[in-house]
């Protein structure tokens, strides 16, 4: 069974600080997407990586893939009340089926 | 990026009543949909695979009889909660593969079933 372990769980900032949210798995992914979502919303894609070591960067947000394509990580800089959530990453292994992390809960404090 | 509409957002029902709740792909096809339950504060649950001209494929778990699943078209899956029941109250989420080369998932606006 494919697993991705999401850290951490949750996490409330004040406005200005920094953040890193992390998915790790043992297995290999062709792609990993990292997705945000609001209350009584559904997720909204915020970048898909594909590349080992791939970085990117989406304003005050910075993405990077792991060498192996087996872990990613989300950095949020100067977070800001806008930025509170639930993000989630989903490993693409290939196929039909994605495999979720549980989820990390921003709680960003003005 | 890809459109997913999906309706109702929110429906309130009695018990043993059933529910349809319907996802569409608004510019593309989709020949796979998938549709998720989530319980407050966590991650996506899969509950099954919607295949769009044959059955649909179920989790371990989840009852077939209970979720009926239907994807006729390109464009159109639904999922029926038949005979409701207060644990079925949820969150239901449909999404869809925008490109069969990225796994990129594009998510209905989601739909919250209460039942009474």
Redesign the interface.
């Known amino acids: 069974t494919q697993l991705l372990k999401q850290s951490p769980q949750f996490l409330s900032i004040q406005e200005g600080e920094n953040l890193t949210v992390y998915c790790n798995s043992s297995s290999v992914?062709?792609?990993?997407?990292w997705?945000r979502q609001e209350p009584?919303?559904?997720?909204?894609?915020l970048v898909?990586v594909?590349t080992g070591g791939e970085v990117k960067k989406l304003k005050r947000l910075t993405f990077q893939f792991g060498d192996a394509r087996k872990d990613s990580s989300l950095h949020i800089t100067a977070a800001q009340p806008g930025d509170t959530g639930l993000y989630?990453c989903?490993g693409?292994p290939?196929g039909?089926?994605?495999i979720?992390?549980?989820?990390t809960?921003l709680f960003v404090k003005a | 990026?890809a459109v997913?509409s999906?309706h109702p957002s929110w429906v309130i029902c009695k018990s043993g009543t059933s529910v349809k709740i319907e996802c569409r792909s608004l510019d593309f096809q989709a020949t796979?949909m998938?549709w998720y339950r989530q319980f407050p504060?966590?991650?996506?649950m899969?509950m099954a695979?919607s295949n769009e001209g044959s059955k649909a494929t179920y989790e371990q778990g989840v009852e077939k009889d209970k979720f009926l699943i239907n994807h006729a078209s390109l464009t159109l899956s639904t999922l029926t909660v038949t005979s409701a029941h207060p644990e079925d109250s949820s969150?239901y989420?449909c999404?869809a593969r925008g490109s069969p080369n990225?796994?990129?998932?594009?998510?209905?606006?989601?739909s919250?079933l209460t039942v009474l």
């Open positions: 992914f062709s792609s990993l997407q997705y009584g919303e559904g997720p909204v894609l898909t594909v989630l989903a693409w290939g039909f089926k994605t979720f992390g549980a989820g809960r | 990026g997913v999906q796979t998938f504060k966590q991650s996506l899969l695979t969150f989420i999404s990225t796994g990129e998932l594009f998510f209905g606006e989601g919250r």
